[in-house]
Structure formats: C-alpha cells, structure tokens
C-alpha cells in the first residue's frame, strides 16, 4: 500500500486533490482512499488531507503517519513539522517551490505549479498542476485517468483548464 500525504492551505484545494488522485487510481483499477483531515480547517489555514493507494482491499482507517510521498501544495508550510512528520528514508516530497528544497530524511523535488496555475487558470489554485507532476514523477496513476477523475470533479469548461494544467505538469516533469 502507497500512503500519500498532502499539505496546504485552505481554499487550495489539497481535500481536492486527494478526492481526484484515489478516483484516478480507482479508474487504472486499484483500491484507493482520499480524505481530508477535519479541525477548525478555513481559508489560508494549514489542511492536511491524504490518499491511499493499494492493489488489495484498504482495511485501515487513521490518517497517514508514515508517509511514502507528501506533496507541499505552498512551501510556506515546510516551517511546520508536521509537514515533515514520519518521513522515511525513501519517501519522497513533492514542493510547491521556484527555490530548491532540501529535506532529511527523504528526497524532493521541487516543481514551480503557482507559475503554470497562474498561466492556465489566472489563480493560483496549484492542487490539479500538482496532480500533474505526482503522477508524472511516480507513475502511481496514468495520466488517462488523472484526466478522467479532473473531468468527474471540474465539468465544463473549468475541467478543460484543469486538464490543461495537468497535462502540462505532467509533460514539463517527464522532460
């Protein structure tokens, strides 16, 4: 089982993003759990959300504590330690970030999805760009699916900039 965890601040839309990601890899045929952590959660406060991913039935039910990836939605979060809470060795953190990051343990890579959202979109709502370079960079859900699952969530044509920011994410990582 791959445990995501995924950080923003309100109104970024990181409980969307983990809805998106579990219906992508529902449609390539595996198991999958999104879901947000609830708290006093409101607009430019820190939210958590997170996604599991698996090829047998998800049993457990708790938030993630020992990430395999995390995705930083605004790397003005990396101050919190939360952020980087249960990291191992091998996990991998995906930044929201112009400027290089450097964290222990764990690997990152930094992808600058404010710059792309405000192109596409006018907005710097980076969750579906994000969506974009995870899937690119894991291979964890098939970008046919991503777009699928973007299409399910945003219809019309707010799903057609949203795929449009995926699909750009997507092909700027695997560069």
């Given at each position: 089982m791959i445990e995501i965890r995924l950080h923003g601040r309100g109104g970024q839309g990181s409980v969307t993003a983990a809805t998106i990601l579990a219906k992508a890899a529902g449609y390539d045929n595996k198991y999958a759990q999104g879901f947000p952590a609830f708290g006093t959660e409101r607009r430019g406060a820190p939210v958590k959300a997170f996604c599991r991913?698996?090829?047998?039935?998800?049993?457990?039910?708790?938030?993630?504590?020992?990430?395999?990836?995390?995705?930083?939605?605004?790397?003005?979060?990396?101050?919190?330690t939360e952020v980087m809470e249960g990291l191992k060795g091998?996990?991998?953190?995906?930044?929201?970030?112009?400027?290089?990051?450097?964290?222990?343990?764990?690997?990152?890579?930094?992808?600058?999805?404010?710059?792309?959202?405000?192109e596409v979109l006018g907005k710097p709502i980076?969750?579906?760009?994000?969506?974009?370079?995870?899937?690119?960079?894991?291979?964890?859900?098939?970008?046919?699916?991503?777009?699928?699952a973007v299409e399910d969530v945003f219809p019309g044509k707010m799903g057609e900039a949203n795929k449009e920011l995926v699909k750009k994410a997507y092909e700027e990582v695997k560069k």
């Open positions: 991913i698996s090829e047998e039935p998800i049993t457990i039910r708790s938030q993630v504590y020992e990430p395999d990836f995390v995705v930083v939605l605004d790397s003005s979060l990396l101050g919190l091998d996990s991998l953190a995906l930044i929201n970030s112009k400027n290089p990051v450097k964290l222990n343990p764990g690997k990152s890579v930094n992808y600058d999805a404010t710059s792309l959202a405000l980076v969750n579906t760009a994000m969506l974009g370079a995870f899937a690119g960079i894991t291979g964890l859900v098939s970008l046919e699916s991503l777009l699928r």
